[in-house]
């Protein structure tokens, strides 16, 4: 069964850092790009950044970058996202999502599977 799994959302102060991960099961992620995107109440889904399937190009929003990392580790069939300096608009649910290709990309229509996302809130 194919399947992704986020973890690591939470509660954060303002300037706090979190680590998302992405796990895979059911499929080996070195193939595929990995995207994350987010959705905040009322709002669109977001890519926020994206990481090719040789770790070999990234891509950041400009909402995020300085501030996010997207990192993979094949052996461990994961991809993370780390995320410091928050700030109260990152607030969001967050999901990673796969798409069998080299390069990725920042639109959620290209990705072939998705997780159930993790909460993220940024609040004092």
């Known amino acids: 069964q194919v399947q992704l799994v986020e973890s690591g959302g939470g509660l954060v102060q303002p300037g706090g850092s979190l680590r998302l991960s992405c796990a895979a099961s059911?499929?080996?992620?070195?193939?595929?790009?990995i995207g994350w995107f987010r959705q905040a109440p009322g709002k669109d889904l977001e890519g926020v950044s994206c990481i090719s399937s040789g770790a070999g190009s990234t891509y950041y929003a400009d909402s995020v970058k300085g501030r996010f990392t997207i990192s993979r580790d094949n052996a461990k069939n994961t991809v993370y996202l780390q995320m410091n300096s928050l700030k109260p608009e990152d607030t969001a649910v967050y999901y990673c999502?796969?798409?069998?290709?080299?390069?990725?990309?920042?639109?959620?229509?290209?990705?072939?599977?998705w997780g159930q996302g993790t909460q993220v809130t940024v609040s004092s």
């Open positions: 059911g499929f080996t992620l070195d193939y595929y790009a």
């Open positions: 999502a796969a798409e069998r290709d080299y390069y990725c990309s920042p639109r959620p229509d290209e990705y072939d599977y």
